[in-house]
T-cell receptor, first 114, second 114 residues
Framework: DGGITQSPKYLFRKEGQNVTLSCEQNLNHDAMYWYRQDPGQGLRLIYYSQIVNDFQKGDIAEGYSVSREKKESFPLTVTSAQKNPTAFYLC?????????????FGPGTRLTVL | RKEVEQDPGPFNVPEGATVAFNCTYSNSASQSFFWYRQDCRKEPKLLMSVYSSGNEDGRFTAQLNRASQYISLLIRDSKLSDSATYLCVVNGGNYGGATNKLIFGTGTLLAVQP
């Protein structure tokens, strides 16, 4: 089955801790994205990567970091510098970064800071 | 002005009804347009891309009016299973019209009643 997987589904973190969210795809897509969704708001872009070993900040990158060492994987680290990390985090991928290419989403990770 | 604006709803309609959702976008350089469906606490899933000539997929019809920067989605013969939040999605934003960066509306909630 081709698709995007994210883990864990639910994650609880204490204040001051860094946590890493996993995102893996076997669609052979070049481009990958991380979004955050808060209640009553649209998805907001955190980081994106057009190709292996390259990534750029999105609209709300502060307090987050990413890596893209493999085409299949795009993990997101939520650092202690992120002031309001409780949210639903969604990873997506598309064939490439050209416009018009559909983005497909993973099932998401719900992060709660205790 | 928000980059993508939608009526948040909720739209409560009986089974079999026809319902229309509207969306406006602010960036005239945007080149690609989508409707996504998001079920409660799940990831968004692509419903359909929207083309300049308009397009139809079964009970769903999407229209684009570039001059007015307006997108619509029509659902005919509503089913209980159509109950979800419908997200209007446009490319570009601050990144220009030729990129695959997506800007998401906050969504319109549809509740189809038996």
């Amino acid at each position: 089955d081709g698709g995007i997987t994210q883990s864990p589904k639910y994650l609880f973190r204490k204040e001051g801790q860094n946590v890493t969210l996993s995102c893996e795809q076997n669609l052979n897509h070049d481009a990958m994205y991380w979004y955050r969704q808060d209640p009553g708001q649209g998805l907001r872009l955190i980081y994106y990567s057009q190709i292996v070993n390259d990534f750029q900040k999105g609209d709300i990158a502060e307090g987050y970091s990413v890596s893209r060492e493999k085409k299949e994987s795009f993990p997101l680290t939520v650092t202690s510098a992120q002031k309001n990390p409780t949210a639903f985090y969604l990873c997506a991928s598309s064939i490439n970064e050209g416009f018009g290419n559909e983005q497909f989403f993973g099932p998401g990770t719900r992060l709660t800071v205790l | 002005r928000k980059e993508v604006e939608q009526d948040p709803g909720p739209f409560n309609v009986p089974e079999g009804a026809t319902v229309a959702f509207n969306c406006t976008y602010s960036n005239s350089a945007s080149q690609s347009f989508f409707w996504y469906r998001q079920d409660c606490r799940k990831e968004p899933k692509l419903l359909m891309s929207v083309y300049s000539s308009g397009n139809e997929d079964g009970r769903f019809t999407a229209q684009l009016n570039r001059a007015s920067q307006y997108i619509s989605l029509l659902i005919r013969d509503s089913k209980l299973s159509d109950s979800a939040t419908y997200l209007c999605v446009v490319n570009g934003g601050n990144y220009g019209g030729a990129t695959n960066k997506l800007i998401f509306g906050t969504g319109t909630l549809l509740a189809v009643q038996p």
